[in-house]
Every structure is written in C-alpha cells, then in structure tokens.
C-alpha cells in the first residue's frame, strides 16, 4: 500500500500505492511434504480394507510456500499412498507403516496393526485329518479307541482350527463308529468316518481280527460226533 517517491530538483511526485501479493505455492517448485494428521484408524484385523480418513499433508515449496492438502485432494496434487485408500490388509502390513509420496519425496505415517482373522465355524468350509487313532488293530468284542484322533477345520477364508477328540463334540464333530463302540468281524476293513456338517472324512481302515476260543470262559459243549 505505499508509494513510490521521485523526486527532482526539490519537487517530489508519488506514484498511486503499489499492490504486494503474497506468493502463493507453486506446485512446480514442490520441495517436500510432511504429515500433519494421521489416519483416524490405524488398527485392523486382516481382511479389513484400509481407511486413511483423517491423513492430511503439507507441501512445502522452495520458496518456503505451503499448501494443506486433505485425503480427498491428494490424487489432484499427485500425492500417492501404498497401500492405497480402500486396499485390503493382510497380516503382512502389520507394523509397516503408509507410504505417502509425492514426486521423489515420500513420507510415513504411524505403523499400522494387523491382527489375524481367527478361525470362524460360521464360515466353516473343509475338514482333514491330520492324527489317526493310535490303535487301529482289534479283536472283535473289544471296544473303539479313538485317543490319537485329530482333525483339522477350515473356513471360507483359510483360516483352521485342529480339534482333538475330546472337544469333537463341541466342534460339531461325530464318529461313526463312536468312541468305545464294541467292533465287530462286519467293521474289519471299514474306516472310520469323521463328519461336520455335510463334509466327511475317513481314516485308515480298521482291522478286526476274530476272537479265538478261551478255555477261561467256558460256558458249555455240544457234542457234535457220536460214536
């Protein structure tokens, strides 16, 4: 707003008042960038697409000139993100941080946490066995062990659960024969079937040899040549 003063031979004049604009950033002079707001969310469970609403930049020209630039303003200023708004996350982004960049500067965010998706039986899509029963040789009259017996679950997203015989039951697991089923001569090369569901699995067959005499447990005779 001030004048300009010429002055000759004693007599001045002023020129009306000169007009100084600021200098504003010039995106062609771009120098560096700095994050001044981080993601509202930084915690995730694999699966989960990756939010960065509340990321917000500074750009710094040479001339020391800035510009604030919000989320939804950074693909009009050539601003990028890796990984990008909206990516989905896997346990192997747990602890790294957002790439932000500009041109050759980029800048990190905080890190972010990823943690497993667990096992859901909701989703629950194939099972497999994984232990066979320990004993798979009898002798017909004696009873079904499955101690040994373990599966394992998996679900629509590949995430398992192993499940010993002692929490079948709860997993929705059935047998057939059932633990402790007195075998017979008809199981002798019949494995046993694993079922969840609609899905079935079997183990190895079984052997069932039969059972010999015992003179121990007599109970009687027949004579069955006469003289």
Same mark, same amino acid.
Not at 214 to 223: K, P, T, V, W, Y
């Given at each position: 707003?001030?004048?300009?003063?010429?002055?000759?031979?004693?007599? #001045?004049?002023? =020129?009306?008042?000169?007009?100084?604009?600021?200098?504003?950033?010039?995106?062609? *002079?771009?120098?560096?960038? #700095?994050?001044?707001?981080?993601?509202?969310?930084?915690?995730?469970?694999?699966?989960?697409? &990756?939010?960065?609403?509340?990321?917000?930049?500074?750009?710094?020209?040479? /001339?020391?000139?800035?510009?604030?630039?919000?989320? /939804?303003?950074?693909?009009?200023?050539?601003?990028?993100?890796?990984?990008?708004?909206?990516?989905?996350?896997?346990?192997? $982004? $747990?602890?790294?941080?957002? %790439?932000?960049?500009?041109?050759? !500067?980029?800048?990190?965010? $905080?890190? &972010?946490?990823?943690?497993? *998706? @667990?096992?859901?039986?909701?989703?629950?899509?194939? &099972?497999?066995?994984?232990?066979?029963?320990?004993?798979?040789?009898?002798?017909?009259?004696? %009873?079904?062990?499955?101690?040994?017996?373990?599966?394992? *679950?998996?679900?629509? $997203?590949?995430?398992? %659960? !192993?499940?010993?015989?002692?929490?079948?039951?709860?997993?929705? *697991? =059935?047998?057939? @024969?059932?633990?402790?089923?007195?075998?017979?001569?008809?199981?002798?090369?019949?494995?046993?079937?694993?079922? %969840?569901? =609609?899905?079935?699995? #079997?183990?190895?067959?079984?052997?069932?040899?039969?059972?010999?005499?015992?003179?121990?447990?007599?109970?009687?005779?027949?004579?069955?040549?006469?003289?």
């Amino acid at each position: 707003g001030k004048q300009i003063t010429v002055s000759k031979s004693g007599i #001045e004049a002023k =020129t009306n008042p000169v007009e100084v604009k600021e200098l504003e950033y010039n995106d062609d *002079l771009f120098a560096s960038l #700095e994050i001044i707001s981080e993601p509202e969310n930084l915690s995730y469970t694999e699966k989960e697409n &990756l939010d960065l609403t509340g990321l917000k930049v500074k750009l710094t020209d040479k /001339n020391g000139k800035i510009k604030e630039v919000e989320l /939804n303003e950074f693909a009009t200023n050539g601003i990028t993100t890796e990984p990008a708004n909206g990516d989905e996350l896997t346990t192997s $982004n $747990n602890g790294q941080a957002v %790439k932000v960049t500009k041109g050759t !500067e980029t800048v990190k965010t $905080n890190t &972010l946490t990823v943690t497993e *998706l @667990p096992y859901n039986d909701d989703l629950f899509a194939s &099972l497999e066995i994984i232990g066979e029963p320990e004993n798979l040789s009898y002798t017909e009259k004696d %009873k079904l062990d499955l101690t040994g017996l373990k599966v394992k *679950l998996t679900d629509s $997203n590949g995430k398992t %659960k !192993e499940v010993e015989l002692q929490d079948f039951e709860a997993n929705g *697991l =059935t047998t057939e @024969p059932t633990d402790g089923a007195i075998l017979n001569l008809t199981d002798n090369g019949k494995a046993i079937s694993v079922t %969840k569901g =609609t899905k079935t699995v #079997e183990t190895n067959p079984l052997t069932v040899t039969e059972l010999q005499y015992n003179d121990d447990l007599f109970a009687s005779l027949e004579i069955i040549g006469e003289p």
